[in-house]
């Protein structure tokens, strides 16, 4: 399994709110929720912090061809 986490609740918030116009409780709802989900970050059997994208795909495609290869065993 694997997690991808923003860098912090703050990013999130500003990267969510530069998409798309969100009414203010809609955002402290999504907000709450990615709390939430943080807390069970470490359950999963890799985490990628998505600061950068061209960095978290790289990161996500590794894992992949990883776990594809020990399949192809």
Same mark, same amino acid.
């Given at each position: 399994?694997?997690?991808?986490?923003?860098? $912090?609740?703050?990013?999130?918030?500003?990267?969510?709110? *530069?998409?798309?116009? $969100? =009414?203010?409780?809609?955002?402290?709802?999504?907000?709450?929720?990615? *709390?939430?989900?943080?807390? /069970?970050?470490? #359950? /999963?059997? =890799?985490?990628?912090?998505?600061?950068?994208? #061209?960095?978290?795909?790289?990161?996500?495609? *590794?894992?992949?061809?990883?776990?594809?290869?020990?399949?192809?065993?």
């Amino acid at each position: 399994t694997i997690f991808i986490a923003p860098p $912090t609740l703050k990013e999130l918030r500003c990267r969510i709110e *530069g998409r798309c116009r $969100t =009414h203010k409780d809609e955002l402290k709802g999504r907000l709450k929720i990615a *709390g939430r989900e943080l807390k /069970y970050r470490r #359950s /999963y059997d =890799h985490v990628i912090i998505n600061k950068d994208f #061209s960095q978290a795909l790289r990161e996500l495609q *590794g894992i992949i061809r990883k776990e594809n290869s020990g399949k192809a065993r």
